[in-house]
């Protein structure tokens, strides 16, 4: 099969199944699997693709670090760390705004997904927002962009896919997000209060110093998981794997107290969240492994490869037509889909271009940020309607002045490599 007939066979079929509704893991899964029986005429190839893509001990991490966030979320470990912030600088300009991007900085370095991110710290902040006089539109755009660090700040779940897919060190990933997503964090916070200044009736009154120490005292098991988790990753003491199962051993102890008092029906409802969120992540990776045997099989990535050469396109050049098209991709694909749907094409090129693959992960990530408060899927934003009940066109309107810091940090980590590799070198 040439190479024009392998496109049109992979991207139609897939098409087709997603425009009727066919869930895009198994859209994936049956466009590879198509391809694969046409060309060799064997179909359990796809099965056993399918199989070696999840039988890597990393890929454990995805489910541990969900379910753990879940466990977190909804036993009242949220509620104490936004408190304990507050405490410390809710009087300040911008206060509680800039608890909310802290707070998402801090609970993001225990979850690894953007719209856990999002829906924990959306849940219990933003009311309190409104309550103290932000404006609605503000707020839910707030919450919404800076849920995006969720997928950036280690541990990541669409870091750690990336590690599986492209054999590059998972902890390596993990240190090449840490100053991006500080940095954004640090964006985030400088706007708000600059934006925020004016904004006297927003502020609260100074805490009393004994209720700083009780707020930080109630927090502190909450703020010692960041801690555990990166600190044993750094420190050679855990694999990725290893601390995200002690992430949920930990979460588990730490809010075992509030479980007790909600009830076993309550945790078992957490628990079975955290497993269907878990199951359609492992789906998706496991029908793109097909996709990706079938693209690769097909040649499409070599003639990419072989045409970028003959365009004589520079490193500089061919990034910014990536971060084009992940930019459009992520208006009509979630981030786990976009990111298994790309890599196999993205891969050989970075390798031709001479890009190295870490930092790439990371113009990827900023770019998947931006896909999750884009319209028509942006997830983070049917999110923040959900918490807020209000359109998603409400909370895309409030994105919008968030968005603008999200597209200069892309530029920047685009073209200053050293930001995201400092810590890896």
Not at 159 to 164: E, N, T
Request: aromatic content about 8%; overall charge neutral.
């Amino acid at each position: 099969m040439d190479i024009a007939s392998a496109s049109l066979l992979l991207v139609g079929v897939m098409a087709i199944l997603a425009i009727i509704g066919v869930p895009i893991g198994l859209a994936l899964a049956a466009s590879g699997a198509t391809y694969i029986y046409i060309t060799n005429g064997v179909l359990p190839v796809s099965g056993g693709i399918m199989f070696s893509a999840l039988d890597k001990t990393p890929v454990l991490a995805i489910p541990f670090f969900i379910i753990a966030a879940e466990i977190l979320s909804r036993g009242g470990a949220i509620k104490r760390l936004v408190s304990a912030v507050d405490s410390l600088i809710g009087h300040l300009p911008g206060g509680l705004a800039v608890v909310a991007v802290i707070s998402t900085i801090i609970f993001s370095a225990m979850c690894g997904s953007s719209i856990a991110t999002a829906a924990a710290i959306g849940v219990v902040v933003l009311p309190e927002l409104i309550k103290r006089g932000y404006p609605q539109r503000f707020s839910l755009g707030l919450i919404a962009m800076s849920g995006g660090l969720g997928i950036l700040i280690p541990p990541s779940i669409p870091l750690i896919i990336y590690g599986l897919v492209s054999n590059e060190s998972i902890g390596k990933l993990f240190k090449a997000g840490i100053v991006p997503g500080l940095l954004f964090g640090a964006l985030l916070c400088a706007y708000v209060i600059v934006r925020t200044w004016s904004w006297r009736e927003t502020r609260r009154v100074r805490a009393s110093f004994a209720e700083r120490r009780d707020a930080l005292v109630a927090a502190t098991d909450v703020l010692i998981l960041p801690v555990i988790i990166l600190g044993s990753i750094y420190g050679g003491i855990f694999t990725p794997t290893e601390a995200s199962a002690v992430a949920v051993v930990y979460a588990l102890v730490i809010t075992a107290p509030e479980y007790h008092r909600q009830g076993f029906r309550s945790f078992v409802t957490v628990i079975a969240r955290g497993c269907i969120t878990s199951a359609a992540i492992l789906v998706v990776l496991a029908g793109a492994a097909v996709f990706g045997y079938a693209m690769t099989d097909s040649g499409i990535p070599q003639s990419l490869v072989g045409w970028i050469t003959d365009q004589k396109l520079t490193a500089l050049g061919f990034l910014l037509a990536a971060n084009v098209l992940l930019i459009f991709l992520g208006m009509f694909l979630e981030v786990i889909s976009a990111l298994l749907i790309t890599l196999p094409i993205f891969l050989p090129l970075i390798a031709l271009m001479d890009i190295d693959p870490i930092h790439f992960a990371i113009i990827i990530i900023i770019n998947m940020e931006i896909a999750a408060v884009t319209p028509p899927i942006g997830l983070n934003l049917f999110t923040l309607s959900a918490i807020g009940k209000v359109s998603v066109g409400e909370v895309f309107r409030g994105t919008a002045p968030f968005l603008v810091l999200a597209f200069f940090m892309l530029a920047l980590i685009t073209y200053v490599p050293e930001i995201s590799l400092v810590l890896v070198d």
